[in-house]
Structures are given as structure tokens and as C-alpha cells.
């Protein structure tokens, strides 16, 4: 008895040595990310050691989760999407009823741990969608997108609620990418962004205030550059001055002198432009590309279709993050509260981003091997 | 089709197909969107570089001036009159502060802010840029200091910044001459130069400290800081030194001057000393006077209803624009001005009987002394005081003639001494009245003219001056106060040139030694109206007494009857000496003396001694 145990054991565990794991690639490329992410906290935190030993050990704590769920087989990972899926929405609920924040009604206290029900729809999101599509006939009819569409909605609404649009948006992203994968096809793809485009002087209406005066700062900075508008423009002036080499580490006066609001969290990309120029911009912008284009390949690769939109998912879904940050900075979009993934400072993004690409390396593992 | 569209049989094959055309048609797409992102850096930092490298240094690096010491202000002895001292002062820059009222009100618990200087301070804002420090509030305490700066952080935009704050370390006795700087206000902002008074809080209001702004002040320097988005300066990263204003030597004499106010023992009246050699002024006094130091930062409202509300009006510079009736002390100018004019000759005598007629008039003009002094020559009639003398000169001397004369000594007209304001007197003739009254000229004003009386008015510079005039033998010599500037402290110190004096008009000299000669008998002689304060000194003086009746500066009319000699009178004394060389002329006036030569003249020999008696100075 104990004897055969023993062998299954060991034989499953020769067979799960032989899969490697982690990708590589992948690996390398996130934890160059990272570590440039350190680089230019130590500097946009004004030189304080505790701030990027403190962000260290997030990102550890993230990597630790991302090897846990890595272990994890996709097949289970799709029976558990329905149960975590509900349970975010409980808790988004749960939020919206009793939750606390500063102003904004986004943490659920636990008394062990306080987090955010929304960081966890960032993976349950594209989980569920990715666990309904893969039953269906792809590409996914007019019903499916129906079905679809109330899972994303449902959970967006409330998370914009709270008021939390960066977030919205993200968690909005992850589910619409998995559909886009699953093969939708063009016309209604067209057909849905007319229809979104018709709704949006009516979504319009139900924005935050301090969220349409960041859409309309973003239309115009300039017309008040000290109040709403000054963030956008000494933000794009640290990011101008940097020029094409750079001002050099710990050289950018804008963070330094504290023109720069945030510069440690949502702004730290114009601090990073600021001291490493265009190059400096470029070859993050590239690793970014190449991290977006791994997660495109493991998908690609991936054994069921479950895994296959999760994964596409969850590596476009990083897109979203680079361009609306960066979009942000440079004032080609407004003012939405998305951090650079994996360099602004924060443990709730690294933590929650780290697990996304956990289950990246799960679905890797798990990959179509030529036996099959 | 129902049962097609519900077929459980899903095509692996196809469907990973459709993924693969999909992941790269969305790869595609990102690529596409980054690359723009790419693109808008690139047009950020290649494109707008330096435009947006400009606009980083202008953030970081602010532009300040650092204001210029002003210069000092000494005596003709380097004795100081004017310096500066360090202190603190609270700042603000408004646009920094987020709710201007509620920072002040909690502002004031750390430092304690009257209810003036809050109000100052918001009628300055109106009219200033928001960026611009304001000063909230000066000679902060040790106390205070070390106070705010432990609140400090509670207060951005506010800060403690050292400065230089003027002090007049003789207090009341150079109130009025020196007088005082004081906070620019709404009205000097508009004719002054912003640029040399960037940083700069204070501003010569009156005196010496406002003739002489322009040299006091000096030029600003600049500091280019680096300061963060609070606008704290971080760092000073390069700096352009202010040049201090000059150091200002006056030509008043310290001791002459502590002496001249003393003699008044606090009795109102004013005296001024000047050299004939040169016409400096070598002292100028006018009593009651006022501390300038409590205008400097600003005086408080009960200070300032005391001084305005006193009886004696200390704020009134009297030796400057006082107005006093010249009364007898005119006599030895008219003496003068007979001579040189030919109306008399040094031997031709009057006869005094107490009453003088003009032929078909019945007024009578009266001698001081009841029933005359009898037949007097020039000498005598000055030595006496006659009045008759100079009733008959000035008839015989015509208004004309008279008011033309008395011009050259300055009389009717600003003496034109380095001070602001100057008054400029009265000398009575046809034009002036006409032009005041539009009414035609009577005799009979000739005749009072003649004893420095009816509309005849001088200030007590003014007659100091035609002193110094007579004691020069009629050379004219610009009144002045300033007689050398120092460019900085190692620096030489430069004597004024002045415009050399007019040529003299007393053409005579034996005309001025009758004239003198009459003086001199005034202190000395037998007969003299101040024969008393000659006595005993080794030197010889040359004066002239003189009372006049009051009348009140604001022209309302004042009951006399009931008062004693004391209150209806003024005393004058003027005199130069030594007689044969004068090297000092003055003039004093005491706005409550029974006679000049009783009250006046004293004073003026305690004066004169000290600058020409052996032990005292010489200059």
C-alpha cells in the first residue's frame, strides 16, 4: 500500500520536475521589471531605503504566491473560477455596504488583513469569463455575449461605484480581452463600440465629479495650472526634461523638489523618464512588449481553451496598466489612478499581478506537449 | 440549426486556430498602441526637450533678491545718527498658503499679531502679486522666533527671514532733521521703481532719510535659489552681492546740536547754526521732537494720537516749516539795505519820540520805549531797537525797493536746503498781495514791513540763513546739510562740491561794518537791548533781538487779553560771531518769551560758547 502510494508520489513527482514550471523568459523579464521598479523608487522616495526594502518585500511576498499558484493545475484553477468569482462579488458587495477607505469606500477590513475586493476581480474576472467561454461554441453567439457582458458589467458597476475607475477599467479590460480572444467576431466587436460610444455621454453623466474634472483637466491642463491641470503639466515637463538620455539617477529635480505629485506611486513613470530619457523609456516600453508577447505565446500554446483566454488575458490585461499609466504621464489620456505595474510603489498591485502571472505559469507548465 | 448551434462537440483544432489569429491580431494592436506611447515620449523629449528643460529649471530655481544694506547716516564728527541693527521678521507668500485666514489666526497664537498689522498686511496684498514674499510682522522677539520655528511645518509659505532694521540711536534729537524710514505703503508703490526695491520693506519717509533716499538706498542684489514646490529655498546656487547705499556725513555738529536743544529746556522753539564760510548747517533743532524709531516698523495708534494730539506739535519740524514774525530781528537787514541803496548814510540820524506819523495820517506807529529814544544814528537805533528808524527808512525806502532788497537774502523763498517740505515764509510787496488778496497796498504796511512786522513771515532756516548771508558780507552760499559721502565702509569718504556762492550784492564794506557795529552794540554796548549776554566773552558777538506778537499757526484768531507778556509773545534772537571773522550765524526763536532779549538771546550765547569759546570744539 504505502509502497505503491510512494511510487505514485514519486512518480508524479519525477513527472512534475520534468515540466518546468516557470517560463524562464518570462521569469527574467518580470524580475528585471522589478528590479528597475526598485531602482527608481529608491530615487523618486527620496532616497529612503526603508520604502524600497518595504516594496522588496511585497514583491516577494507576490513571487512566493506566484510559485504556490503555479503549482496549481489549470483544470483545478477552472473548477474553482465559478466559487472565486462569487466570492469577490460577495465581497465588492460587502464593500459597498460597510466598507471603509479614505474617501472611498474600497477596503474590507478583516481584522487579520484589510484589502481590496477589487484586486482579487482581476483574476476572477478573466477566470470566469475564460470558464463560461471554454463550454461554449466558439466564437461565443449574441447570448454569450449577453451572459458575458452582465458578468463584466455587474462587477465594473460597482467597483466604479466605489469610486475606484482605475480598477473598473482593468478588471472591465480583463473580461473583454478573454471575449476578444474567444474569437468575437469583428462586426459585433464594431457593432458593441458604436453602442459603447452612444452610451457614454449617458455614463457621462453618472461619473464622480472629481472624475469629470479629471476628464476635463485632461481636455485642457493648461487652463488651470494650478489647481487640477498641475499634476498633468509638471508631470509632462519632468518627463520633456528628461529628454533623450536622461538627467541621471537621482538627478530629476521634479521629484526631488517635489513638483511631481505621487511620484512614488501613479507618477513614479515620469520620475523614472525624468532620470533615464528616452532610452531608459524605451527599453522598459520593450520589456513590457516582450512580457505582453511571452504571456501571448504561453496561451498560444496552452492546452484547453480555458487556459488559452485566462492567459491571453491576463498578458493583455499587463497592456492596459503600461498604457493607461503611461498614457497618463505623457497627457495623452486623463488622470486614472493605474499604477506601472510592477514599479509604482504599492503591495495590493504587485501581490494581486504577481499571482496573474502565477497563473500564467501554471497554464505554461500545463502546456500542449508534442506527446499529446 | 438549433440542434447545430447546440453541438457539445468542439473543434480543439479550430478553435485554437481562431486564438492564434487573434492573440497576434491583439499583440498587434498593443504594439501599435505602445508604439504610439513611444511616440508621444519621443515628442516630449526630443521634440518639446527644451522647452520642458526650461520650464524645470524655472520651477526649481527662483530668483531673489537680496536688498541692499542702506547707508548709515553720521555726524560731521563720524558720530551715528542712522544705522542699521539685525532683526527678524515674519514673511508671507499668499499664493503658498492655502486658507490665508485661518493660517493668520493660528499664526497668531504662536506669534501674537495685532489687529494693525493683519489689516496693513491685507491692504498690501491687494496690490501685490501672489508669489511676492509680504511682511507680516517686524522685530520678532528671540522668543518668538524660536517659537515659529518649532511651529514651522504647521505654516507653509510662512517663514522667519533676518533682516536689517533701521535704528536712530539719538532717538527725539534727530527726529525731525534725520528723521525716519518706514514701510513702503500703496502710495510709494506707485512712483517707485520696483526693480531696485525688490525685497526691500522700508522706505525714507521723512528728513535726511527721504532727501537722500537715492543714495541711502543703494542697489539690490540677487540670489538664484533653489527652491521646492513649497517655494522653501533649498540651496543658493549662485549670487550677485547688493550694493549697499552711501554712508551719509552730515554737517551738524553733534555737540552744537545736543547743546542747542538743551538750551530750550524742553520750551518750544527752534534754532538753526550755520557756518557763513560755507553754509553748512551745523545744527538745526526744533523742539518738541519725537522718537523716529516708533515709525520705523510701523507705530501704534495710541503713539501716534499723542503725538498728534499734543498741544506743541512734535511732528511739526519748526525750524523747517514753522512760521514766525521776524519782528526787530529784520532791523539789521533794513540798516543794510538803506545803506546800500543810498536811502541812508551811516551818519544820518531820526529823531525818536515815541510816535511815529505817516505826513496826513492820524495813526500813530509806535516806539518800544514811551516817549522815544531821541536823536539816534544807525548804530544806536539798532542797538535800541528803535522803532522810528525804521519806520521812516521803510517810507522813505519805498515797499518796492524794500522787498527787492530783502529778496537776496532769501527771505519769501525756500532757502533750498537738502530737506523736503521746506516753508517758504512771506516777503511782503505789491505783487504778493495783490496776488494773495487781490487788494492794492497801503503806506502803512511799508511802514510795519520795516520792523518785521504786518504780513511778513520767515521760518527759522529762512532767517538763519539771511544771518549767515549779512555775516558773509552779502556772499550767498547753498544751505546744506550733507557734507560727505562714503561710497562703503573702506571706502574714502568724498566731500560735496557745491556751486560756488553767488557774487556778493553788499558792495560797501564800510555799509556792513555800520551795520555790523550796530550789532555788536546790541550785545555789548551800553545801550544794547541784550547788553547782558555779551558779558564776559572771548569772543565778540554781533545780534539782533526780537519779539514779536503770536499768532496762531492755524490762523484762527486768539484772545489775548488776560495773558501775560510770556504767552502773547515770541522771542527771537539772531547773531554771527566772531564779529570781525564770523565763523557761525544763527538764528533762534522761543514761541513763548516775554522778549528776545530776555528769553532768546541766553540761549544763543550757550550756543555760540560752545562752538566758539576756547574749550569747546572747533570744527
Known sequence: ??????????????????????????????????????????????????????????????????????????????????????????????????????????????RVVRFQPSEMLKLSMPMMVAWYLHARQLPPSWLDLLAVGALIAVPAALIAKQPDLGTALLVAASGVFALF?????????????????????VAWHYLHEYQKNRVRMFLNPEADPLGNGWHIIQSEIAVGAGGIFGKGWHHGSQSRLEFLPEHTTDFIFAVFSEEFGLIGV??????????????????????????????????????????VNGGMITGLLPVVGVPLPLVSYGGTSAVSLLSGFGVLMSIHAHRKLLRD | MKASRRAPIKDGLRESALFQRRAIAGFAIIVALLATLAVRFVYLQVVRHDEFSTRADQNRIKLRPIPPARGLIYDRNGVLLA???????????????????????????????????????????????????????????????????????????????????RNYPRGAEFGHLVGYVARIDENDLDHMDMGRYAGTTHIGRTGIERYYEELLHGEPGYERVETNADGRALRILDRVPPKPGQNLYLSIDIGLQEVTEAAFEGRAGAAVAIDPRNGEVLAMVSVPSYDPNLFVNGISFSDYRALTGSSEHPLLHRALVGTYKPGSTIKPFMGIAGLELGVRRATDTVLSTGEFHIPGQDR???????????????????????????????????????????????????????????????????????????????????????????????????????????????????????????????APVEPVTLSPPQLSFIHNDANWEAVRDGMIAVVNGPTGTANKVGAGATYVIAGKTGTAQRFSRTGDEVDTHGLDDAQRHQALFVAFAPAQEPRIAMALVMEFGASGSHDAAPLARKILDHWLAPEGQTP
Open chain 2, 83 to 165: 544705522d542699521n541693527t539685525a532683526a527678524f521678521r515674519l514673511e508671507v507668500i499668499p499664493e503658498q498658503v492655502k486658507d490665508l485666514d485661518a493660517t493668520l489666526e493660528a499664526l497668531g497664537s504662536v506669534v501674537p499679531l495685532s489687529a494693525e498689522e493683519v489689516k496693513r498686511f491685507k491692504e498690501q496684498r491687494r496690490n501685490r502679486r501672489g508669489f511676492q514674499s509680504l511682511p507680516l510682522r517686524f522685530r520678532l522677539s528671540e522668543d518668538e522666533v524660536a517659537r515659529f520655528a518649532v511651529n514651522r511645518w504647521r505654516f507653509p509659505g510662512v517663514d522667519v527671514v533676518p533682516y536689517l532694521t
Open chain 2, 364 to 490: 500813530a506807529y509806535r516806539d518800544w520805549r514811551r516817549g522815544g529814544h531821541g536823536r539816534v544814528d544807525l548804530i544806536e537805533s539798532l542797538a535800541q531797537s528803535v522803532n522810528t528808524y525804521f519806520y521812516s527808512l521803510a517810507m522813505d525806502m519805498g515797499i518796492d525797493r524794500l522787498a527787492g532788497y530783502m529778496g537776496q537774502f532769501g527771505f519769501g523763498s525756500p532757502t533750498g536746503i537738502d530737506l523736503n517740505g521746506e516753508g517758504s515764509g512771506v516777503l511782503p510787496s505789491r505783487e504778493w498781495k495783490r496776488g494773495m488778496f487781490n487788494k492794492p497796498w497801503f503806506p502803512g504796511e511799508t511802514v510795519i514791513a520795516g520792523i518785521g512786522q504786518g504780513f511778513w513771515v520767515v521760518t527759522p532756516l529762512q532767517l538763519a540763513n539771511a544771518v549767515s548771508i549779512l555775516a558773509a558780507h552779502g556772499q550767498r552760499y547753498p544751505v546744506h546739510l550733507l557734507r560727505a559721502t562714503q561710497l562703503g565702509f573702506n
Open chain 1, 1 to 110: 500500500m504505502i509502497d505503491s502510494l510512494l511510487q505514485a508520489a514519486a512518480a508524479t513527482a519525477r513527472r512534475q520536475l520534468r515540466r518546468p514550471r516557470l517560463d524562464h523568459a518570462l521569469l527574467w523579464a518580470l524580475l528585471l521589471v522589478a528590479a528597475i521598479g526598485l531602482t527608481t523608487l529608491y530615487s523618486a522616495g527620496d532616497q529612503d531605503l526603508g520604502l524600497v526594502l518595504n516594496q522588496g518585500a511585497r514583491l516577494l511576498l507576490g513571487g512566493i504566491l506566484m510559485i504556490v499558484i503555479s503549482r496549481i493545475p489549470p483544470a483545478t484553477l477552472r473548477n474553482w473560477s465559478p466559487w472565486f468569482y462569487c466570492i469577490s462579488v460577495l465581497l465588492l458587495v460587502a464593500v459597498a455596504l460597510m466598507g471603509e477607505g479614505r474617501g472611498a469606500h474600497r477596503w474590507l477590513d478583516l
Open chain 1, 181 to 201: 480572444l474567444s474569437g468575437l467576431s469583428w462586426w459585433r466587436i464594431g457593432s458593441l463600440v458604436g453602442l459603447a460610444g452612444a452610451i457614454a455621454p
Open chain 1, 282 to 323: 524605451c527599453i522598459l516600453l520593450l520589456l513590457y512588449i516582450f512580457i505582453i508577447g511571452r504571456s501571448l505565446w504561453v496561451a498560444a500554446n496552452a492546452k484547453d481553451t480555458y487556459s488559452r483566454l485566462l492567459a491571453g488575458a491576463i498578458g493583455m490585461s499587463f497592456f492596459v496598466y503600461v498604457m
